[in-house]
Structure formats: structure tokens, C-alpha cells
DNA sequence: AAATAAGGCAACCGCCTGTCA
DNA sequence: ATGACAGGCGGTTGCCTTATT
């Protein structure tokens, strides 16, 4: 047997959102806070599905969403983010503030992609189209480069299929058959992180990691290791993952 | 001006994961 | 240990707007 669907689909409301069903959500939501999805929209009096109360929220209501363009900025943190993390929108949301990952996701899909393989960019694998149907691997990092590096799209890299621009990071002709000897020849997932420097320690601090809130957390944490005894700021590392572990800022590849 | 195509985005769907009893 | 449940996520759909013919 199946599970149980999250409202009754007969009774709810579809499609575009009203105006006064967006005042009924954000009324409730300012006096009651966020959560209880399930039970929100009775509690509000809106026929909708929980799920789409949240959606609608997250994606639209909320007030720290920063509306209208995405910037020069943004464009390339998401290019570099999704080099890193793949389709994982919500982390790389995370690291935009007022941002969400719905929104990404579109844009990704609607601008960045194109805009990607224009310049002869595999938008999944962020290697050169040449490079992509011959071999669809993730793309390679040389030691020694940090992810910042790793997805420059600027550059003039011939040789790419017929497109003169490629990622600044992609060696030079003359570098190509050394590297052919250990390109992708084992995908190496081995990740090594350390600690914050003092630096990344200060943007930690003040940088909005998640839905715009501040976080201040123990080391423990950011590792996302759960529950440490280690844990001396009472988070529990409630954010796991998106807090610091793949946090592209600490993360190095081997 | 009307018809059609393409682009953009909000919303939905179904699966996955973490939590709790 | 197990199952139910809520929340979260990524993929996809469908509608609306804009551009083109």
C-alpha cells in the first residue's frame, strides 16, 4: 500500500495563487512562524496542499527574497557552485542570498545552459563540448587547484569544437598529451577539508548561509557532524551538509 | 492584426531522507 | 527495528508573455 497523499487532492486548490490566498499565507506565517506545512493550510484557512503553501513561500513570499535580475556576480558563483555540486540547487541556493532553489534551477535552465554551450561548454559536465561527447566524465581538477579555479568561463582555448572560448583552467595545446595521461583515469572523489582560516572563518560569520538567517557555529558542526560532543554551540549541526561540509570555500580536491 | 513559436517561470509531482513513536 | 509521517529536493509540466512571421 502506498502512502497516504499529503491532502485531499479533491478539495484543494490548483494552479496560480490568488492575492488574497498570498495576504491569508503571509498573515498566518507572521503570526505563527514557518513549519507544520501539513497542517497550515486548514490552520490559515486556504484550500491548498501543504506542500504548495511551502513552495509558495519559499519560492515567492518569502521577504528576504531578492527579486529581478541575477548579476555578473551571481551568474558566476552559480556556474562555479554547480561545477562543484552538480544539480544540487539547494545547495547552491544556500550560498545565495535571496536566492531560491526554484529560481536557480530556471535560470540555470533557461540562460546559464545556453549560455554555456554558446561558448562550446558541456553545461553538465563544465568541460568542453569536444571533450564531453568523447569522454562524459565529471570534469578533472589538477592538484593544486582550488575550486575557485577550477570553472572560469573567460578564455580563449581553441580546439574545443569550433568555439573560441573556454573555461581559463583548461590547459594549453602544448600541456594536452601530458594530460590525456591522467585525465579522469579513476574519478578520485577523495576530498580533504580543513578547518577555516581566519578569513574564511570572518565570512563564515557574516556571510547569510542559509534562507537568509545568520549562523554561528561550532566547528563541530560546520563539519556536519551530528550530535558531537564537540558541539559547544547547541546546533546539533542541524545544517549538515549545506553548513560547511561541502561548502566550496574549504573545499579542496586531491 | 492574427497566428504561431519560443522563452521564462511558477507550480506540481513523485521520490528521498530524517525524525519520532 | 520498523513504519508512518513531514519536510525537502530535483525533474517536469503547463501557462503566460514576448517575439517573430
Known amino acids: 500500500m502506498g502512502r497516504s497523499p499529503c491532502c485531499e487532492k479533491a478539495h484543494t486548490n490548483k494552479g496560480a495563487w490568488t492575492k488574497e490566498e498570498d495576504e491569508r499565507l503571509i498573515a498566518y506565517i507572521k503570526e505563527h512562524g514557518e513549519g507544520c506545512w501539513r497542517s497550515l493550510p486548514k490552520a490559515a484557512g486556504l484550500l491548498r496542499c501543504g506542500k504548495s503553501c511551502r513552495l509558495r513561500w519559499i519560492n515567492y513570499l518569502r521577504p528576504d527574497l531578492k527579486r529581478g535580475n541575477f548579476t555578473q556576480e551571481e551568474d558566476e558563483l552559480i556556474i562555479k557552485l554547480h561545477s562543484l555540486l552538480g544539480n544540487k540547487w539547494s545547495l547552491i541556493a544556500a550560498r545565495l542570498p535571496g536566492r531560491t532553489d526554484n529560481e536557480i534551477k530556471n535560470y540555470w535552465n533557461t540562460h546559464i545552459r545556453r549560455k554555456l554551450m554558446s561558448r562550446g561548454i558541456d553545461p ?101 557532524v551530528k550530535k558531537s560532543s564537540e558541539c559547544n554551540c547547541g546546533s546539533g549541526g542541524i545544517l549538515g551538509i549545506s553548513s560547511g561540509v561541502l561548502d566550496y570555500r574549504s573545499l579542496h580536491t586531491k
Not at 125 to 154: F, M, W, Y
Not at 201 to 214: H, N
Request: with cysteine.
Open 124 to 224: 553538465a559536465t563544465h568541460r568542453p563540448l569536444r571533450e564531453s561527447q568523447k569522454n562524459s566524465a565529471i570534469p578533472c581538477v589538477k592538484g593544486d587547484h582550488k575550486a575557485e579555479e577550477i570553472v572560469g568561463v573567460e578564455g580563449n582555448k581553441t580546439g574545443n569544437g569550433g568555439n573560441e572560448e573556454a573555461p581559463t583552467w583548461w590547459w594549453p595545446e602544448e600541456e594536452e598529451e601530458e594530460h590525456k595521461q591522467w585525465r579522469c583515469p579513476d574519478l578520485n572523489l577523495e576530498f580533504c577539508m580543513n578547518p577555516p582560516s581566519p578569513q574564511q572563518q570572518q565570512v563564515f560569520d557574516e556571510v547569510p548561509v542559509k534562507r537568509g538567517a545568520l549562523f554561528n557555529l561550532c566547528f563541530s558542526c560546520r563539519l556536519g
